[in-house]
């Protein structure tokens, strides 16, 4: 059977896929006034006056068709369509481009205003009624499965199909840190961690390593321990010693002084 393009009635391309998103039998089609600033449409005014703005009781379908390309890829559109119940003739068609083709009204949830386009471009807005929300309801829906295969979910381009690697990128990441996970702060110069020093190999010689470092104060019974004795007075404690020494007197190490151990700085 051949595909017929349901805003113009034209005939589609053999190989075009269609699919019925919503199909109701009544839908009241208004005559609806402008737009109120600051109110949007109100769809009591539509019926306020017995019904007077109602000119046609109408089957809605929303109709999404599939149209190859020569280069291999596919145009994605959505149409709402009008139709003449009884025999399927086309009474308006709204090309569901952005989503201000469908506004919802402000007093009821089974209201819409309708922006329809004939074969010549030009634009009017209808109002449409449904007799139960709950195909009001489903009407909402079949809108949502619309955007989402046209992109507008995801931010993607109006007619084509969003590739899963948009889609991944879309996605949102948790980055809560999960039951028994953990995190580790690096915290820069005096918080940093001290290094243990290497333990000396067997036969290294102590030089190659770090000395240990000095007892802390509370750790030794006199507090602060003295510094060693300078040069010159290691040369006159010698010079004391050899004198007694040349005299018969004790030497230095008789008399309880250390003459070897600070030898190096003569």
Excluded: C
Aim: aromatic fraction near 6%; proline fraction near 9%; glycine fraction near 8%.
């Amino acid at each position: 059977m051949e595909s017929i393009d349901p805003a113009t009635g034209q005939p589609l391309p053999a190989d075009s896929i269609q699919r019925v998103l919503f199909i109701t039998n009544t839908v009241h089609v208004y005559n609806i006034p402008p737009m109120v600033a600051g109110k949007g449409h109100v769809a009591a005014t539509w019926t306020a006056d017995g019904n007077k703005r109602q000119i046609f009781t109408a089957r809605l379908r929303v109709i999404e068709t599939s149209i190859p390309q020569p280069n291999g890829g596919e145009t994605l559109k959505t149409d709402i369509v009008l139709e003449d119940a009884s025999n399927g003739q086309l009474f308006a068609a709204a090309p569901y481009t952005t989503q201000a083709v469908v506004e919802p009204v402000s007093d009821s949830s089974r209201f819409f205003a309708l922006r329809v386009q004939d074969e010549a471009g030009r634009k009017a807005s209808l109002g449409i009624g449904f007799e139960e929300r709950s195909e009001a309801f489903d009407f909402s829906v079949s809108l949502q499965e619309a955007r989402k295969s046209l992109g507008w979910e995801q931010g993607g381009p109006a007619g084509k199909k969003p590739s899963a690697e948009s889609k991944d990128s879309e996605e949102k990441r948790d980055y809560s840190l999960k039951e028994g996970e953990t995190i580790t702060v690096n915290l820069p110069g005096r918080f940093q961690r001290r290094r243990p020093d290497p333990e000396p190999a067997s036969g290294a010689p102590l030089s190659a390593f770090s000395l240990a470092p000095p007892p802390s104060a509370s750790s030794s019974r006199g507090g602060i321990l003295p510094p060693p004795p300078s040069a010159q007075s290691v040369k006159s404690q010698r010079r004391i010693s050899q004198n007694m020494q040349s005299s018969g007197q004790p030497s230095a190490a008789d008399l309880g002084f250390d003459d070897g151990k600070f030898g190096e700085f003569a």
